[in-house]
């Protein structure tokens, strides 16, 4: 891991700490904290040196990120979230765009995107979020859901439909006929700022869109950047559950002896080991792959983001199990953790998009 990055782990555990509990049960991060580490360049690291960012490679990337998201859930999405924004438009906006808005993202300013609807989830071709042009600048109405960090943002990267293509926007909240409802009490990664989005009429100068694209390009941008940055959150997951399932067998005591020299104890364990390294595996490939810019990264990470999910999930259940009734109490890093993962299994693609997905590439390619 580079030394900028290095660094910035150690930074990042000592401004967490103890607090991710805290920040949970409040359902809110500090700002500060968020446009600290944001002018630091932390929240998109992958973003180059030119653009203010620290130029990581995925792999290197992902490891932070699997280390925020081992202290805080919430705030391992921010990070997903301003990537997958700051990824946007590096891959969709022009070289004027790039220089417009990447260093609004490595100087403080915070990013939200908008993908899901009302009607719309997985299946991306019935969104009806639109934009229409009116002389020189652009009118964008509708709705988004569940937009991860939006009570936050300075900005929204929005996807939305202009005639028979898909167009990118980036909205600035303050922008007249922007509406955040904040949702409250989500079941998992609570501080996150998830909020409903209501576009009424909104109008913008026509640089603010970033291109159509297509939907076939959508798995390429953000989505794809989102998988990765949440499978490897789930490798992070995976490390809390397994440190806190083995201290705990260490030292707990039934019946003479440790908890982990009781078999059945010991299983869940190693399920816990054999989940990190699985999902560990699973995330390196896929970030090698991404960093070569291989044809095959697309499957490559809805693979990663399948496999690190579902095992978070279940490692999250296991750590439970272990720990007892020292894992069920309100905000204990177990606890988090096993609501946390599961709304791992659900966004950026759920785990039967997943499935269905790779099944498509299996059909496709296995003789």
């Not at 403080?108 to 719309?120: I, K, Q, W, Y």
Request: include cysteine.
């Amino acid at each position: 891991m580079p030394d900028a990055l290095t660094s910035a782990r150690d930074l990042v555990g000592t401004l967490v700490a103890d607090r991710a509990d805290a920040w949970d049960a409040a359902g809110r991060l500090p700002e500060d904290l968020l446009r600290d580490l944001g002018g630091r360049g932390l929240l998109c690291a992958e973003v180059p040196g030119s653009y203010g960012g620290l130029g990581a490679g995925s792999r290197d990337s992902g490891e932070f990120t699997a280390y925020v998201g081992s202290l805080c859930g919430s705030l391992r999405s921010i990070m997903t979230s301003q990537g997958m924004a700051a990824w946007t438009v590096r891959r969709l906006g022009d070289q004027d765009q790039r220089a417009a808005y990447l260093p609004r993202l490595t100087s403080g300013e915070l990013a939200a995107v908008g993908f899901s609807e009302p009607d719309a989830g997985s299946d991306l071709s019935a969104m009806t979020t639109s934009v229409r042009v009116e002389d020189d600048v652009v009118v964008l109405d509708g709705e988004k859901m569940w937009v991860t960090g939006a009570c936050y943002a300075d900005l929204l990267v929005v996807f939305a439909r202009s005639e028979d293509d898909v167009v990118v926007v980036v909205v600035p909240t303050a922008t007249p006929g922007v509406t955040v409802e904040r949702i409250p009490d989500p079941l998992g990664c609570r501080a996150a700022g998830h909020a409903n989005v209501r576009f009424s009429s909104v109008r913008l100068p026509a640089s603010a869109v970033l291109g159509g694209t297509g939907l076939s390009l959508l798995a390429t941008t953000a989505l794809a950047y989102g998988r990765i940055s949440v499978a490897w959150g789930c490798v992070g997951i995976l490390r809390a559950c397994l440190n806190a399932a083995v201290t705990h067998a260490r030292t707990r005591e039934q019946f003479g002896k440790p908890l982990a020299r009781h078999q059945l104890v010991a299983r869940h364990l190693a399920e816990l080991l054999v989940s990190e390294q699985v999902a560990t595996r699973a995330c390196e490939h896929a970030s090698d792959l991404w960093d070569a810019r291989s044809p095959d990264l697309v499957t490559a990470v809805v693979l990663a983001k399948h496999v690190a999910a579902g095992h978070a999930a279940r490692g999250a259940a296991t750590a439970t199990q272990v720990l007892a009734s020292a894992g069920a109490a309100h905000g204990h890093v177990v606890a988090r953790a096993y609501r946390d993962a599961k709304l791992m299994e659900i966004i950026e693609g759920s785990t039967e998009i997943c499935q269905l997905i790779l099944a498509e590439h299996a059909v496709a390619t296995v003789a």
